[in-house]
């Protein structure tokens, strides 16, 4: 689709962007650490099926860390103690397995770094012209370092994170609170607004939120699961907006 037959973005009172897999590749380090975590996890508890790349998708993609342990292992038939975010790596808790992943995630994330996708920076660059404003709606405890790793932790006046959602007790994609939130802290009307997303529990969390346009960038979870989950547009890359 070319961009002249998508919407114009700069219109809506405001974009709201999730972060890891629409501004930035870090979906593809996520993805990395819940199956070194998951591979050697189900290996030691001897759990099967193996773990595969449908289960991030299904059960990980776009939802707060433990959120996504609980589901993840509930898939499997197997419920553990919760426990608490504070609790060691080496807890055989849905806490503690979260936090080896967030371990895995980090290593990399220092040892390699991370950029933006050319594309959505494009997109911001049009926005932050045309005076639109802007925020990021992430599940991750990391957005505020990742923002700051690609160069753009400056460029939104609003990042609300899984850090917050855990302090507030807003419950995680594809419940609608987080992409409400985020409208609220920004001040807008979530009715004149358009909601970006990649994961399709994130769409399904900004269509329950009554966005006015709910774009699906697809990166893997694919194109028809997107629109089933909401979406009114799915696009490959941001890029497709810039006129």
């Avoid at 990649?198 to 028809?224: K, Y």
């Amino acid at each position: 689709m070319t961009a002249d037959a998508l919407p114009d973005l700069s219109t809506f009172d405001a974009v709201l962007f999730d972060l890891d897999g629409v501004l930035t590749p870090t979906a593809e380090v996520h993805e990395y650490a819940w199956k070194t975590m998951f591979d050697q996890l189900f290996a030691d508890w001897d759990i099967t099926p193996a773990y595969t790349e449908r289960d991030y998708f299904e059960y990980l993609d776009g939802k707060k860390r433990y959120d996504g342990v609980a589901s993840l292992l509930r898939s499997r038939d197997i419920e553990i103690e919760w426990g608490a975010p504070s609790d060691p790596t080496s807890a055989d808790t849905v806490c503690g397995i979260g936090n080896r992943k967030n371990e895995v995630f980090a290593r990399v994330l220092r040892s390699e770094g991370i950029a933006a996708f050319p594309g959505s920076l494009r997109l911001l660059d049009v926005l932050a012209a045309a005076g639109t404003p802007i925020a990021v709606v992430s599940s991750s405890k990391n957005a505020e370092e990742v923002l700051a790793a690609a160069g753009i932790r400056d460029r939104f006046p609003v990042v609300m994170d899984g850090v917050i959602a855990e302090r507030d007790h807003l419950a995680s994609k594809p419940a609608p609170d987080v992409f409400v939130e985020a409208a609220r802290m920004l001040g807008v009307d979530p009715a004149r607004c358009a909601a970006v997303e990649d994961a399709v529990s994130g769409v399904a969390s900004a269509a329950a939120g009554g966005f006015a346009l709910v774009v699906g960038v697809d990166r893997g979870a694919g194109a028809e699961a997107l629109t089933a989950a909401g979406a009114h547009i799915v696009v490959s890359d941001l890029d497709e907006f810039v006129r």
